[in-house]
């Protein structure tokens, strides 16, 4: 959706639960993906997930966008660079990336696609995300051997179930997750004082 988030988004959850056994009851936690992405898409679902979690006295869980993409390529990508890269508009993606055997080859950043391309190497990669397409083409570029996965262009709510449910309460907070300052600047100018 481009708009209507926050209209959409408890109205869908509400049609959801009313078909799952036990309905809200038999939530024990909640999981939220903090990012990183659309600053206005963040704030709607973890605060909705803030909500949820305080009504029902749950523990609220925040997931990296990234590590979400990058869960389950990594269980099937073999010996190829698993790669996650979210559109972050105007020829940039946010970037993360690991090795096989779970080492990290690029922690997540902010990067041009040419820039990240650049940072992979020239091994073989498997890439996942919105930005999957637009990072592939500059991979290719530059001789990078880049596979996109397949039907892989937003983080799987089971794989974010499945981290949330590992993760620990206490620091895996559901907070925002920004790797770039906003694109909106507050007005200067027309400001009202502050009294």
């Given amino acids: 959706m481009e708009r209507g988030h926050a209209e959409a988004l408890l109205p869908l959850l509400e049609r959801v639960m009313a078909h799952a056994p036990g309905g809200f009851g038999a939530i024990d936690r909640v999981v939220v993906t903090v990012g990183p992405g659309s600053f ?6 973890i605060s909705a997930a803030r909500a949820i979690g305080l009504a029902l006295k749950v523990p609220v869980v925040g997931v990296t966008s990234l590590s979400a993409l990058l869960s389950p390529i ?23 990336a690991v090795a096989p055997g779970g080492r990290v080859v690029v922690p997540a950043r902010l990067a041009t696609a040419r820039e990240a391309a650049r940072l992979l190497g020239s091994g073989n990669i498997m890439i996942a995300g919105s930005g999957a397409g637009l990072l592939a083409a500059e991979a290719w570029s530059v001789g990078v051997n880049a596979t996109v996965a ?15 449910a590992l993760a ?26 502050r009294v």
């Fill in 40 to 45: 206005t898409g963040l704030r709607i679902g």
């Fill in 168 to 193: 620990d309460p206490a620091t895996a907070l559901p907070k925002p997750y920004y790797l770039r300052a906003p694109d909106a600047k507050p007005q200067e100018g027309g400001a009202l004082p």
């Fill in 74 to 96: 990594v269980a099937t990508a073999g010996d190829r660079v698993a790669v996650a890269a979210i559109d972050a508009r105007h020829g940039q993606v946010f970037i993360q």
């Fill in 150 to 164: 397949p039907d892989a262009l937003f983080p799987d709510p089971l794989w974010v179930a499945r981290l949330g």
